[in-house]
């Protein structure tokens, strides 16, 4: 297994690099990333190029056996680049030129920039694409992270009016696609079509979901321009790879996949001016997201938080443990290395008060001990847990462009699409089924049930998926808004939930929008919630059963006594609507039914803090890891029979078991 650090040596005097290699040794690290950063270094003005730097750098790395992950560094175009040629900046909505001075100041759109990006990749990869121990290459950094997916130039709106021409072929579709005869838009030449600039109100939501739709494409496109330039140059072994974050943009991570070997994120449960971790939920999910954007193939976190990390401001102090407990969840929900970010934090630069596995001082102190701890007890299982299978009964279905929909049109200022994702993600997790996100591509069979949230945005093939897997006996979560929309952002014309009216056995004729502050309720009525009360937020749809039967009913305003939770029999199978947004009592009491009734797989533990997964070894043992958030609370877990050893330790547990705040523990069956 691959466990390393994110080393910047052009940020140090090279009279350190020695004594950060004999600790990096010390430490057991086997792998850096190099370079991500470092453009004017290699080209120091337009078509000079010097690799002296890295070519020293890396020989010192590799003759102490460490081996290297190189990254493009594309992410920063140079100074003499943006003074020569400014129409490579990104404009932003407002019509604003963004400046030169941070970082990810492109757009992709540019064939200027291109152009540049395609020299720039295709001389590393003619220079390190043969070096022994040179094993991967990771492409730019952080694809549209920071608004950077975004961009509003002229050079866009061209670029964009050509995707739109060959999508449409003629404006006499586009127009009916895009309902353009509403508030007189009808366009006569495709020069007419804007990028969505600022307007007193609000663009067509059509031309909005299609203009993300065409950032996503470019920044595919741009990594492919990237990739088959690497592949024209380097070794079979070596591999390529892109590190993600999970912010809302408008990148298209699962067709980006398809042209890299495996896919990377970059894991930082804490950030910035956070006063704690985000929820263990959170991270779980994007731990999920990763390993099904490949079908299942497990992932690399190129940059896993081991410090303090903010720019101006300062986030949470990781506690004494955070470091063993985020690499074992990473590792158990699918991560095959592990690279903790930064080695050294950086003594000048935007980044001098993100904190790494050293601070500013370079001693080894509690981080440098903790990272120790954390490699000599993975050495143990060897390549064993990683290497085993992780077997999901529950199926969360996620579409980036159902996301996108509901950011153009999040109808309450109450919602956020993250968040009610995780409300419906969230109760699995917290009884520890193991889950995989799956998508329209994805195959059903084997799971016993799937969550649908908030599947605002349809998809005729999606609909039909669901449909099949209920008629086979599935069992099939719906929520609030499902079924609203067609893919070109109209709303349906039927009845809601539209298609799936039949399969949910529900009609709504009406539904309130709450705002913060506004707020209905709800008492279960029937089953495990029978008699459970909940705040009701965000949105009420107003259910009418048709065939399915009354679970819980709303208790106020002039729909009182109207249904909120359904479950209706279709075909062999069941499917719920969930009507309303829900607090977590209640929606555990229903995801403890419907597991029991589907035969999922649970684990009971004290408290949403505690996570445990299970994965099986090809000689038939499990892999159990278990791991407590809290940093203040014990928690406990019922272990499941038999007896588990613990192999680092060597202890035995059996029945219930105990664990300390912040504890991490892997257990192997015997």
């Not at 479950?567 to 555990?588: H, P, Q, S, W």
């Amino acid at each position: 297994m691959y466990i390393g650090v994110d080393y910047y040596p052009e940020q140090w005097p090279k009279e350190r690099w020695t004594e950060d290699v004999r600790l990096m040794k010390e430490l057991g690290v086997n792998v850096v990333r190099l370079a991500e950063f470092g453009w004017q270094l290699m080209e120091p003005e337009e078509g000079v190029y010097d690799f002296s730097l890295y070519d020293e750098a890396i020989e010192l790395l590799t003759k102490n056996g460490i081996q290297v992950v190189l990254g493009t560094p594309t992410a920063t175009p140079p100074a003499w680049m943006i003074e020569k040629y400014p129409e490579i900046l990104p404009v932003d909505q407002n019509g604003t030129v963004i400046s030169f001075g941070a970082r990810r100041h492109y757009t992709v759109n540019s064939e200027v920039y291109r152009d540049f990006s395609a020299k720039i990749v295709e001389k590393m990869a003619k220079r390190y694409g043969q070096h022994e121990s040179i094993i991967g290459w990771q492409t730019d950094n952080e694809y549209g992270h920071e608004k950077s997916d975004r961009s509003y130039g002229n050079v866009d709106q061209k670029a964009f009016q050509t995707w739109l021409k060959e999508k449409y072929q003629t404006l006499d579709t586009l127009n009916e696609a895009w309902g353009t005869v509403f508030w007189s838009q009808t366009y006569t030449a495709w020069t007419q079509i804007p990028v969505p600039r600022k307007v007193f109100q609000e663009h067509n939501p059509s031309l909005l979901l299609d203009f993300d739709r065409f950032c996503a494409d470019a920044y595919t496109s741009y990594n492919k321009l990237q990739t088959d330039l690497l592949r024209k140059h380097i070794r079979s072994e070596q591999w390529i790879t892109h590190n993600f974050v999970y912010t809302g943009q408008a990148i298209n991570q699962w067709d980006m996949a398809k042209d890299l070997d495996f896919i990377s994120f970059d894991n930082y449960p804490v950030w910035g001016g956070l006063p704690e971790p985000i929820a263990p939920a959170a991270i779980a999910h994007q731990h999920d997201l990763c390993r099904s954007s490949k079908d299942g193939k497990g992932f690399w976190v190129m940059e896993e938080l081991s410090g303090a990390q903010g720019w101006s401001s300062i986030g949470y102090l990781p506690r004494p443990g955070h470091i063993k407990l985020w690499t074992y969840q990473a590792i158990a929900r699918g991560a095959e290395a592990i690279v903790y970010f930064r080695w050294r934090a950086a003594r000048f630069g935007t980044e001098e008060f993100c904190h790494g596995v050293l601070d500013h001082d370079g001693k080894p102190k509690r981080k440098y001990r903790e990272v120790k701890e954390v490699i000599d007890s993975l050495s143990v299982f060897g390549d064993d847990w990683i290497a085993s299978e992780y077997k999901a009964d529950v199926a969360v279905y996620y579409d980036v462009e159902n996301a996108w929909a509901w950011g153009i049109q999040p109808q309450s200022n109450a919602f956020d699409y993250k968040h009610e994702f995780l409300r419906f993600y969230s109760p699995a997790h917290r009884m520890n089924a193991l889950t995989d996100i799956v998508t329209k591509e994805s195959n059903l069979d084997g799971y016993k049930v799937l969550v649908v949230p908030v599947y605002f945005l349809t998809d005729p093939l999606v609909n039909e998926k669901i449909t099949r897997f209920a008629k086979d006996g599935g069992t099939v979560i719906l929520s609030y808004r499902a079924g609203v929309k067609e893919q070109n952002n109209f709303v349906v014309e039927d009845t809601l939930p539209g298609a799936l009216r039949e399969l949910a056995g529900v009609e709504i004729n009406e539904y309130e929008s709450l705002q913060l502050g506004q707020n209905n309720s709800v008492e279960g009525v029937q089953g495990s919630v029978s008699g459970v009360n909940s705040v009701a937020s965000i949105w009420c749809d107003l259910v009418e059963p048709t065939t399915a039967e009354v679970l819980a009913e709303y208790r106020s305003c002039f729909y009182e006594k109207t249904a909120a939770i359904t479950k209706n029999k279709f075909g062999k199978g069941t499917v719920y609507y969930v009507g309303t947004a829900l607090e977590n009592e209640i929606m555990d009491a229903l995801y403890a039914d419907i597991f029991k009734d589907a035969g999922v797989t649970i684990m009971s533990s004290s408290g949403e803090e505690v996570e445990a997964v299970t994965r099986t070894a090809e000689d038939g043992s499990v892999f159990l890891s278990v791991v407590n958030h809290s940093t203040e609370n014990k928690g406990s877990l019922t272990l499941p029979e038999g007896t588990w050893v613990d192999p680092v330790s060597e202890e035995v547990v059996k029945g219930e078991l105990s664990l300390e705040p912040l504890a991490a523990h892997v257990f192997r069956s015997r």
